[in-house]
């Protein structure tokens, strides 16, 4: 069954560094969808970025970049140039294509704490 | 309006009680999710929508749970004879199609069963 897992409930970091968020997934599609969201204390949803499970580079938005080994299933989320409003959940998803319904499962998420 | 619209924003309600959850999702966006996410945890899929059908109920915990979509648009969850662990925040998601790669979330519904 397909399955999202992030291993470090809490992560801190200096402002101003890079922090990279680890998330590892299950699948036995060939095609799928991994995404990562991060959620405010405020509670909404904001999308970050997303890579697909046949693109070959890296997606990479802003200050947010995807570090995708399809060999090792991992999707790990990397920040650079931390914020304080980088201060949040980070929550790792999956979509896979054979579902037919674009349905995310999601992980557990990683609290994220920037130090000034 | 420009986002997805979820109302009430909070909702407490006797143990025992039904209660309706509302999500108006962004114009013109044919799929529509509601996840569940518990205190702490990740996003549990309840329901997917197509217009007004829902092929995917796969996630509904219980016959207590049941969802509808009208109109292509606004969707009711709805959970009868709400029981304290039907505490959590309820949210709402739309997108163009269910292959586009960004999924838009409402600001959710905190229901607390007391």
């Known amino acids: 069954a397909q399955k999202i897992t992030q291993t470090q409930p809490g992560m801190f970091v200096q402002e101003k560094e890079a922090v990279t968020l680890d998330c590892t997934y299950d699948?036995?599609?060939?095609?799928?969808?991994l995404f990562w969201y991060k959620q405010p204390s405020s509670g909404e949803m904001i999308f970050l970025i997303y890579q697909g499970s046949y693109d070959e580079q890296n997606a990479t938005e802003g200050r947010y970049s995807l570090n995708f080994q399809k060999a090792r299933k991992s999707a790990n989320l990397v920040i650079s140039a931390s914020q304080l409003g980088d201060s949040a959940m980070y929550f790792c998803?999956?979509?896979?294509?054979?579902?037919?319904?674009?349905?995310?499962?999601f992980g557990q998420g990683t609290t994220l704490q920037v130090k000034p | 309006g420009a986002g997805v619209s979820q109302s009430p924003s909070n909702k407490v309600t006797e143990k025992g009680k039904d209660v309706e959850l509302r999500c108006d999702p962004i114009?013109?966006?044919?799929?529509l999710y509601w996840y569940r996410q518990s205190l702490g945890q990740g996003l549990e899929f309840l329901i997917y929508?197509?217009?007004?059908?829902?092929?995917?109920k796969s996630g509904l915990p219980s016959d207590r749970f049941s969802a509808e979509r009208t109109g292509g648009s606004v969707s009711t969850l709805t959970i009868q004879r709400t029981q304290q662990e039907d505490s959590a925040v309820y949210l709402c998601a739309s997108s163009l199609t269910r292959t586009d790669t960004e999924a838009f979330f409402g600001q959710g519904t905190r229901l607390t069963v007391v």
């Open positions: 929508f197509q217009g007004n059908s829902a092929p995917d």
């Open positions: 114009s013109g966006h044919t799929a």
């Open positions: 699948t036995s599609d060939q095609s799928y969808g």
């Open positions: 998803a999956m979509r896979e294509a054979s579902g037919n319904t674009g349905k995310l499962i």
